[in-house]
């Protein structure tokens, strides 16, 4: 670790280790420490730290061109798009760079949604404990105050309702300025929050009947994470829109605004648009990404795995009192414990164990979707000896 005064914005509380090497689910720090990754880059490297096929598109792409702009056509960007629409049903894609500018483009979306409809103020429900960027109306879209903090005035308007509860959105489904619902279609930043069986397809019927694009930001359960392409398609649910980022790119950032039906045909030339977005390189390593989770059976290993994974945890936790519940789809997956936990991620570090903990008390992990079950089990056994070491010394901490 650097001990120089840092010349950085002081944007992210930083845990005090740095890594410089990883492969596959492992990764090595500054001192060579060896730890397994259950977290990828939160949600992001899928396919584990220098996948080869990753590494060889990486390469190969590099040699040859890496950016012409959006003035030309891109052959590479056609190809992603075809192949993004291939797997999911979709019609027709717009690139960027991140999550949060695949969402900027479905919020544009609603708003030529609403001009073509006539609705001079137009609102767009999202939920209660949502995420959905940090740009100014992606992080005004996100039902959360801390996400809010210190960026007001916010980008108007967004109706918060609680997430999970059909009856609240039937409840407002009289305002006519009504053109949109983003959702998510499991909460990741909330806290690995999975809604009942059914949520998005009546959310998908509440849409059509009040002509209202049903928008899923998939940003973090897209892309292989949850067993399926993406989770509303796995689910029979074809959503006018959805936006993918993260794992799309196994680390090159990348980000896709998918659209069917009258939601493909709204942005027209002057519209929209992103000097970086979908240029030869990223959508080379992104095709690769995509070509290689078929080839490999990844959505479907993410399910299997997943499922080991949840069934070690609660092996291993169900008896503790502190452990509320084990949740999640694939591999995205959570531990709810009664009390707030963030020194956990510190536990689990000197476990040689890397996961997160979001909404204060679920310890959320996110490994690779390509792992084996000795590696499953690996994960298993550290995160549970890390929640119960934990455990054991906060109730010894309360009794002494
Ligand atoms: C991470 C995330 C975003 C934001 O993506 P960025 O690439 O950080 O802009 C938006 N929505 C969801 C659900 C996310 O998990």
Wanted: hydrophobic share 40%.
């Amino acid at each position: 670790m650097s001990t120089k005064p840092s010349s950085l914005i002081n944007a992210y509380a930083r845990l005090p280790v740095s890594f410089d090497r990883g492969e596959g689910l492992k990764l090595w720090d500054d001192e060579g420490s060896e730890y397994i990754d259950a977290l990828g880059g939160i949600a992001v490297c899928a396919l584990g730290h220098s996948h080869p096929s990753v590494t060889h598109a990486i390469n190969e792409q590099a040699k040859t061109l890496l950016h012409t702009s959006n003035l030309f056509s891109i052959t590479h960007q056609d190809n992603l798009a075809s192949k993004l629409c291939e797997l999911t049903g979709m019609e027709a894609v717009f690139f960027g760079n991140s999550g949060a500018e695949a969402n900027e483009a479905a919020i544009k979306i609603s708003r030529l949604h609403a001009e073509a409809k006539k609705i001079a103020a137009p609102v767009v429900i999202t939920f209660n404990g949502s995420f959905h960027g940090r740009t100014m109306a992606t992080l005004s879209a996100s039902g959360n105050d801390k996400v809010h903090s210190g960026c007001h005035p916010l980008v108007s308007e967004f109706l918060y309702l609680p997430y999970n509860n059909i009856e609240a959105i039937e409840q407002v489904a009289d305002n006519p300025n009504i053109v949109a619902v983003l959702v998510e279609p499991i909460q990741g930043e909330g806290g690995i929050v999975v809604p009942d069986p059914g949520y998005l397809t009546a959310i998908r019927k509440l849409c059509d009947q009040h002509d209202w694009l049903m928008m899923c930001d998939e940003i973090q359960t897209g892309v292989s994470r949850t067993g399926s392409w993406y989770a509303s398609i796995g689910q029979g649910v074809m959503p006018d829109v959805i936006t993918s980022a993260k794992a799309l790119g196994n680390g090159i950032p990348i980000g896709a605004c998918l659209t069917r039906g009258q939601a493909a045909g709204l942005i027209q030339p002057g519209h929209h648009g992103s000097t970086f977005g979908g240029n030869p390189f990223a959508c080379r390593v992104a095709l690769a990404v995509l070509d290689t989770m078929e080839t490999e059976n990844i959505p479907a290993n993410a399910h299997a795995t997943g499922e080991q994974l949840k069934s070690r945890l609660l092996e291993a936790l169900h008896n503790r009192g502190q452990v509320k519940e084990i949740r999640g789809q694939g591999m995205m997956i959570g531990v709810e414990l009664d009390t707030d936990c963030s020194g956990l991620v510190n536990t689990g570090l000197k476990n040689k164990v890397i996961f997160n903990v979001t909404a204060g008390n679920v310890v959320r992990l996110l490994p690779p979707c390509n792992l084996n079950e000795n590696q499953v089990d690996d994960i298993a056994r550290r995160v549970s000896d890390s929640i119960i070491e934990h455990c054991e010394t906060s109730t010894a901490a309360a009794h002494s």
